[in-house]
C-alpha cells in the first residue's frame, strides 16, 4: 500500500470540484425538491423520507437565504467522495498514480457532479453507498472488523434513504454466494446488530404509519415505470461515463484476494439491476454501487496497459468537460441547447423557472380583494411559493402532498387552488371560478406547465371537513 499521505493524493481533486460546485451554485435557483424540504418543520420522521437531509436544510436555511449556502453540504459531500474513491485502490495496494485516477474521475462524473450541485437525499447515500461497500472490500481483503462498521454506517444511513437496506441486502447476496465464511463472521452479525439498533427507528416509523413511503414510490412507477425499465442500463452509462465502461466492468470483475470464484460486487450488481427492473421507480439506483466498481476497476487497467491507461488524462479531461456542462448551470435556459440537456438531467430544468410561476400565481390569487391561501397540487410549488412569495405578497400557502399536508389546511378560507390534484376537490367549495393555468416561459420545472388554478371560497363543512381529502402521497 502506499505511504503517501491520502489528502496529497485525493486532496486536489477535492478542492478542485468544490471550487467548481462553489461556483455555479448560485447560477440557478433552488431545486424543486430543496425548496420542498426548506418548508418542512424539524421532526424525527416524515411521510415519505427520513430526515437527515431536512434536518441540515433546515440548518443552512436558518444561517442564510443564499443558495449556495444551502448547497454546502452537498459541496462536502461530493469532496469527500471523490476521497472516497481514492481509498478503492489504495486498499488494494496500488500507487498515488492509480488513486488520483481514480479521485479525479469520481470528482468530474456526471452523477457526482449532479448530486453535489443541488442537495437531495440523493447526495448523502451516494456517500453513504460508498463508503458501505468500501467497507465490505476492506473486509473481504482480511479486515474483518470493516464489516461491523458497514453495518454502523448503513444504520446511520437510514436516517437520510432506506434505499440503503436494497444495497445491504445485494451485497449480503454477494457475500452469500461468494464469500459465505464472512457472512457467517462474528463481525457480521455486530454489524446486523448495528444496522438494526440505527436504523431499525425509521423503519418501524414508516411500519407503525402504515408505510407511506410505499405510495410514494408507487406513484412513481405509474408514471413513468415502463419506460424508467428500459432506462436503466443506458442511465448507467450516461451517468458514470461512457468512456468508463471498461474500467468499472473490470471493477466488477474483481475478486479479492482469489483470483477464482464469484466476484462479490457483480453479483450485487445483478441483484441491483434486478431489483430496480422490477421497481422501476427511478432508474439510478444501481449507479453508486457503479462508481465503486469504477474507482476499483483503474487498478487492473494499468495492469493490463490498456490504450485508456496510456492516454488516461485525455479521457479524464474530455469526461470531465462534458460531465460538466450536462450536470451543472453553465448555459443559460430557455436555448435549444439547455432544452437538450434538461431531457438529458431533468435536474437542471427542476432547479428554473420558479421565481415566474410564483408571479403568475401571484397574479391569480391578487385578481380580487382579501388575503387567500395559495394551495397547490405539488410540494415543490408550494415550496417556490414559500420561499418567492414573500416578495410577490404571497405569504400564505399549503399543500396536501406527502409531508406538507400533517402542516394542517390553510388559514383562510379563501383560496387559489394550484395544480390538476387541487382543481379536481373544487367541487368542496361553495363557490370557485377559473383563474386561468401556469404558463411556462423560459424552463418548465417539475412539467407543471398548464397547470389550472382557480379562486375558489367557503370549504364545505370546514377544512376539518375537507382537509383529509386533500392529502396525497406521490
Not at 424508467?228 to 450516461?238: D, G
Not at 439506483?285 to 488524462?313: C, E, I, S
Not at 383562510?412 to 361553495?430: K, N, Q, W
Amino acid at each position: 500500500m502506499s505511504s503517501a499521505p491520502l489528502w496529497r493524493i485525493a486532496g486536489p481533486p477535492a478542492l478542485a470540484v468544490a471550487v467548481v460546485l462553489l461556483a455555479t451554485a448560485g447560477r440557478h435557483g433552488l431545486h424543486g425538491d430543496e425548496l420542498y424540504f426548506r418548508m418542512l418543520p424539524l421532526a424525527w420522521w416524515y411521510d415519505d423520507q427520513p430526515p437527515l437531509t431536512i434536518w441540515l436544510t433546515r440548518l443552512a436555511a436558518s444561517t442564510s437565504d443564499a443558495v449556495w449556502v444551502q448547497r454546502i453540504p452537498a459541496v462536502v459531500a461530493a469532496a469527500a467522495g471523490s476521497v472516497l474513491a481514492a481509498l478503492f485502490p489504495r486498499l488494494l495496494g496500488y500507487g498515488p498514480g492509480v488513486q488520483a485516477v481514480a479521485a479525479w474521475a469520481h470528482a468530474f462524473t456526471v452523477y457526482p457532479l449532479i448530486h453535489g450541485h443541488v442537495f437531495l437525499t440523493s447526495t448523502l447515500d451516494l456517500l453513504a453507498w460508498l463508503l458501505v461497500i468500501l467497507l465490505v472490500v476492506a473486509a473481504i481483503l482480511r479486515r474483518p472488523h470493516a464489516l461491523a462498521w458497514a453495518g454502523v454506517v448503513a444504520g446511520l444511513a437510514c436516517w437520510n434513504k432506506l434505499l440503503v437496506l436494497v444495497l445491504v441486502a445485494a451485497l449480503g447476496v454477494g457475500l452469500l454466494v461468494a464469500d459465505r465464511a464472512l457472512l457467517r463472521s462474528r463481525d457480521a452479525a455486530a454489524g446486523a446488530v448495528a444496522l438494526v439498533g440505527l436504523g431499525g427507528p425509521q423503519v418501524l416509523a414508516q411500519a407503525l404509519h402504515g408505510w407511506p413511503m410505499s405510495a410514494v414510490s408507487g406513484g412513481l412507477v405509474e408514471v413513468q415505470g415502463s419506460a424508467n425499465r428500459w432506462l436503466v442500463v443506458p442511465v448507467l452509462l450516461a451517468l458514470v461515463g461512457p468512456p468508463f465502461a471498461l474500467v468499472w466492468t473490470r471493477g466488477l470483475a474483481w475478486r479479492g484476494r482469489r483470483q477464482s470464484g464469484v466476484p462479490v460486487l457483480a453479483v450485487a450488481a445483478l441483484v441491483l439491476v434486478a431489483w430496480n427492473l422490477a421497481v422501476p421507480a427511478q432508474p439510478y439506483y444501481a449507479v453508486a454501487l457503479v462508481l465503486a466498481a469504477l474507482a476499483l476497476g483503474w487498478g487492473p487497467q494499468r495492469d493490463a496497459g490498456t490504450r485508456l491507461w496510456r492516454r488516461v488524462r485525455t479521457v479524464l479531461a474530455a469526461n470531465a468537460a462534458v460531465s460538466v456542462v450536462v450536470a451543472l448551470p453553465v448555459l443559460p435556459p430557455g436555448t435549444a441547447v439547455f432544452d437538450a440537456l434538461a431531457a438529458i438531467n431533468p435536474v437542471l430544468r427542476d432547479q428554473t423557472g420558479w421565481p415566474d410561476y410564483v408571479r403568475q400565481v401571484a397574479t391569480a390569487a391578487a385578481a380580487d380583494a382579501g388575503e387567500r391561501t395559495v394551495l397547490t397540487s405539488s410540494y415543490a410549488l408550494a415550496g417556490a411559493v414559500a420561499f418567492y412569495g414573500p416578495a410577490v405578497g404571497l405569504t400564505r400557502v399549503a399543500s396536501g402532498h406527502n409531508a406538507l399536508w400533517s402542516l394542517g389546511p390553510p388559514g383562510t378560507e379563501r383560496v387559489l387552488l394550484a395544480g390538476p390534484v387541487a382543481i379536481s376537490h373544487a367541487h368542496l367549495f361553495a363557490r370557485c371560478e377559473p383563474a386561468g393555468e401556469l404558463r411556462p416561459g423560459g424552463s418548465d420545472p417539475f412539467g407543471l406547465g398548464g397547470s389550472p388554478m382557480a379562486r375558489c371560497d367557503d370549504p364545505v363543512g370546514g377544512w376539518a371537513a375537507v382537509w383529509p381529502l386533500f392529502r396525497r402521497l406521490g
